[in-house]
């Protein structure tokens, strides 16, 4: 099965856009389809295991991001704290942003998305910190 991107292995995702509960969803078709091998479109080929542990990835940002929104941080504050130990070895650590970005919008029914600049200046940012 080839996914896009809506599945990265390996490596922390980008998402710029929808909503990780339709994000889920989509992850559940996937995995319903039971396939023996999957492409993703970021990462290497993987099987149900790797649509496994991104779902876990995706929930754990979720409910993050919900405890920080209602505890009414902003998200260049928040984006920092997010422990991301169990997915330490994926590439691209600073690209949880966009999810916190994502997640933060949806709790607060904004569909507006937050500038491009914006969001890469904080990942720049997270970027700069974890090489620090």
Do not use: N
């Amino acid at each position: 099965m080839f996914t896009s991107d809506i599945l990265f292995v390996e490596g922390h995702p980008v998402l710029w856009a929808g909503t990780t509960p339709d994000l889920l969803k989509a992850l559940d078709r996937i995995e319903a389809w039971e396939s023996d091998t999957i492409v993703p479109g970021h990462g290497p080929v993987t099987d149900l295991a790797g649509v496994r542990e991104i779902r876990a990835y995706y929930q754990y940002c979720h409910a993050e991001a919900r405890r920080y929104f209602d505890a009414e941080m902003d998200l260049a504050t928040a984006a920092p704290d997010v422990s991301l130990d169990r997915w330490a070895d994926w590439g691209e650590l600073e690209r949880v942003v966009t999810l916190l970005d994502t997640c933060f919008r949806e709790f607060e029914g904004q569909s507006d998305a937050t500038p491009m600049a914006e969001l890469f200046a904080l990942m720049a940012e997270r970027w700069a910190a974890t090489r620090a």
